[in-house]
Nanobody
């Protein structure tokens, strides 16, 4: 049974940093693309970042490029999203998603992924 569990969200001031974690079980990080997606109130879910050993690529949305870094710890089966220089516009629920086949994740698309976590809330505010 595949499970994705996010953690690390919270309240942070503009300019601050947070590291999100996605603990994966029941799947191999070598075979699945794992991505971070976010959904702000009243907005659609959008792709933030994705890493895929299978596809040999990573993806960053233009709005986070240079501020966020995605990484994996295969031994811990965990995917991290290091977020720096956070802005109020980064406020959202952040979800971890997994894709077993295809290239939706590495192109920033959220529709059609195979598995999702329940999300962790990130609030950037003074």
């Amino acid at each position: 049974q595949v499970q994705l569990v996010e953690s690390g969200g919270g309240l942070v001031q503009p300019g601050g940093s947070l590291r999100l974690s996605c603990a994966a079980s029941g799947l191999s990080l070598d075979r699945y693309s794992i991505g971070w997606f976010r959904q702000a109130p009243g907005k659609e879910r959008e792709g933030v970042s994705c890493i895929s050993k299978r596809e040999g690529s990573t993806y960053y949305a233009a709005s986070v490029h240079g501020r966020f870094t995605i990484s994996t710890d295969n031994a811990q089966k965990t995917v991290y999203l290091q977020m720096t220089n956070l802005e109020p516009e980064d406020t959202a629920v952040y979800y971890c998603g997994a894709e077993s086949y295809g290239n939706k994740c590495v192109n920033g698309y959220s529709h059609g992924l195979d598995y999702w976590g329940k999300g962790t809330l990130v609030t950037v505010s003074t």
